[in-house]
């Protein structure tokens, strides 16, 4: 049987009662890794007069034991009773001095303002902040505006290694999303059309719906999380590394070196995107058709393209391109707005992804009026 | 080059610096002559570095302005800020490479930006400074790729790119072994030597304090301000302010003795 390697707590601390005094024996081993005996428990309801410690064969000991009697202390401080500290150990008396600095807090102040300048502070934070992101799309445009008189300054290189990223190399997950959205929606309204015995009009609500809507609005979710984070990262750890500080310092703006080579990537990327995942959901809506309410594939094509004008696949694309740019400038603000440590870089992808799916669906709202306003 | 020859460097006038509404440093003054080695020093979190960027354009100042060869740098247009920048080189703490793009190319990048060299003339002129600074043969490598003190060496070769006629190093010594740091100082002394380049330096080292600097400010947290300005080496002696003393003597008098026995550069 192995042997106890600690004594009990009972062992360390013995109390001697002497009249109204208490004398409190330490000894043996005190480490911080273990249990430390608690004070109110060993006491047990005595309420001594004058407290004093005893040192007795103290074989190790460490901030257990400093604990310990800081305890102790504070409970005597508490309760009025002296506490005879006397004969401690000259290097427990200096940490237990450090103990007593540490734990001293500063009166704690009341910091709360009363309602209307809550309001007004909020107002101030909010305004600040929608100045700040006007700055950013102005300086964009600005950039914008000088890339097209020196093209030769653009980022062609990364604009294409972006366009690779967020494009190409997002096609899988846009495939699969695409062609389950085309599947559910196809689901969906066969219930409505077969209660009217109108099942190829499934084709009609699948490849609109797709075309006008849902591929756009799919792809820009997606981009959102995985491009717009991505973004927000890279230029957020750039930011950490003080890259962005030196392109700032040789003069190079780092809109026009970081930010504008991302955003035409997306805005070039986002459409063609749009386009596979309206393709991908009317294939999901084929399957269905043809699996689930027997309308061969022809026959649904066919409904489809009656269905469907170049207005309503042009309306889906300027809403992807406008997506892209949004999501893109989602990123790339937060990311170089982030905070300078591993948290402000956690931060700002959190920021671009959220930022980024709310100007999607605000901007699809304000298309959806616009379009019906103009007759698209 | 044919006016202003006597002006100074960087001449720095009142400058207020701070973040948000907290002010770090006020009424800063100093000037900085051409081809001379100056050292802003202080104990951590006195404003060093929070001076350099403010210097460098990376944070407008509430106050004051910046003078670079006798023109106005803080409040210049954007356009004439870009122009100026062009002669001012910035050696960061962590080198800040380009991460995406190789030594060579990051080298390459201000070249590329303001020369009208063709692609082979860049590549050769960075290469030179890469071996300038002794990393001849890592023009392939990506920043992650090669250890902290070449990294230093890298961007102290981005920043000689063009030639500038003033570098900023901000903690040149931070993070590197005693040799690695000696050879930086070494290499921050030929360029005065050779290039005629103002250098301002930002450190706490004392071993580089002593052994390169001409002039040095002293920060102070607590004053707010600069509270020493001199030769280190005179310093140390005379100053009556007992923190400029101490700071460095790293406040032991023994050190200080030996300090001072040390040749000028």
Not at chain 1, 220 to 239: E, H, P, S, V
Request: net charge negative.
């Amino acid at each position: 049987m192995p042997e106890p390697t600690t004594t009990t707590p009972d062992t360390r601390v013995q109390l001697h009662p002497k009249d109204d005094e208490l004398q409190v024996e330490l000894q043996g081993n005190w480490r911080i890794t273990e249990p430390r005996p608690s004070w109110v428990a060993l006491l047990a309801g005595s309420a001594p007069k004058r407290v004093k410690f005893v040192w007795g064969k103290l074989e190790m000991w460490d901030s257990a034991l400093l604990l310990f009697v800081f305890e102790v202390r504070q409970w005597c401080r508490v309760q009025g009773v002296y506490c005879d500290l006397s004969c401690m150990p000259a290097a427990l008396q200096k940490l237990l001095g450090q103990l007593v600095v540490v734990n001293e807090t500063p009166m704690s102040l009341d910091r709360s303002r009363d309602f209307f300048s809550m309001v007004g502070l909020a107002a101030q934070d909010v305004w600040a902040k929608t100045r700040e992101i006007a700055t950013f799309v102005g300086e964009c445009v600005i950039s914008a505006g000088y890339l097209l008189k020196l093209p030769h300054k653009f980022r062609w290189r990364d604009c294409l290694e972006e366009m690779q990223r967020c494009g190409a190399m997002a096609l899988p997950i846009v495939s699969l999303i695409s062609l389950l959205t085309g599947l559910i929606m196809a689901y969906q309204s066969a219930i409505l059309m077969r209660q009217f015995g109108a099942d190829i009009y499934v084709a009609d609500a699948v490849g609109l719906v797709m075309v006008r809507e849902m591929g756009a609005m799919m792809t820009a979710i997606i981009l959102a999380g995985r491009t717009g984070a991505a973004f927000a990262a890279t230029l957020g750890n750039m930011k950490a590394g003080e890259e962005i500080d030196a392109l700032t310092t040789l003069g190079i703006r780092p809109v026009d070196f970081l930010v504008m080579p991302r955003i035409v990537a997306l805005g070039v990327m986002m459409p063609l995107l749009a386009l596979y995942a309206n393709g991908l959901g009317i294939l999901g809506g084929m399957v269905v058709s043809l699996g689930v309410l027997n309308i061969p594939p022809a026959a649904y094509w066919i409904e489809t393209q009656t269905a469907i004008d170049l207005g309503d696949v042009a309306t889906g694309l300027i809403k992807a391109a406008v997506f892209g740019v949004l999501v893109g400038l989602a990123g790339c603000h937060s990311g170089l707005r982030a905070e300078r440590s591993a948290a402000g870089v956690g931060n700002a992808t959190t920021t671009a992804v959220v930022m980024g799916l709310l100007l999607v669906i605000v901007f699809d709202a304000l298309f959806a009026v616009v379009f019906r306003i103009v007759g698209l | 080059m044919n006016t202003g020859q006597n002006l100074p460097a960087l001449d720095v006038a009142g400058l207020e610096c701070g973040y948000d509404e907290q002010v770090l440093l006020r009424d800063v003054n100093f000037q900085v002559k051409r081809g001379e080695i100056f050292f802003i020093i202080g104990g951590s979190g006195c404003g060093k570095s929070t001076l350099l960027r403010h210097i460098v354009g990376l944070r407008a100042p509430t106050a004051g302005t910046v003078k670079f060869f006798g023109e106005c740098f803080n409040e210049a247009t954007a356009g004439r800020q870009r122009e100026m920048l062009k002669r001012i080189g910035v050696l960061y703490q962590g080198g800040a490479l380009w991460s995406s793009l190789s030594l060579l190319e990051n080298v390459m990048l201000p070249l590329e930006e303001y020369t009208p060299l063709d692609a082979a003339e860049r590549a050769e002129l960075a290469c030179m400074k890469l071996a300038q600074v002794g990393l001849a043969g890592y023009d392939g490598y990506f920043p992650s790729e090669i250890s902290g003190g070449m990294r230093k060496r890298a961007g102290l070769a981005r920043a000689l790119a063009l030639d500038p006629a003033i570098v900023f190093f901000d903690e040149p010594s931070a993070g590197l072994d005693p040799l690695t740091s000696r050879k930086l100082d070494e290499l921050i002394v030929n360029l005065r030597d050779l290039l005629g380049m103002t250098c301002v330096v930002v450190s706490h080292e004392l071993a580089s304090i002593f052994s390169i600097a001409d002039r040095v400010v002293m920060l102070d947290k607590h004053a707010g301000g600069i509270i020493a300005d001199g030769d280190p080496r005179a310093l140390v002696k005379e100053s009556t302010d007992v923190r400029v003393r101490e700071f460095l003597g790293r406040g032991e008098d023994a050190k200080v003795a030996a300090l001072q026995n040390q040749p000028s550069p």
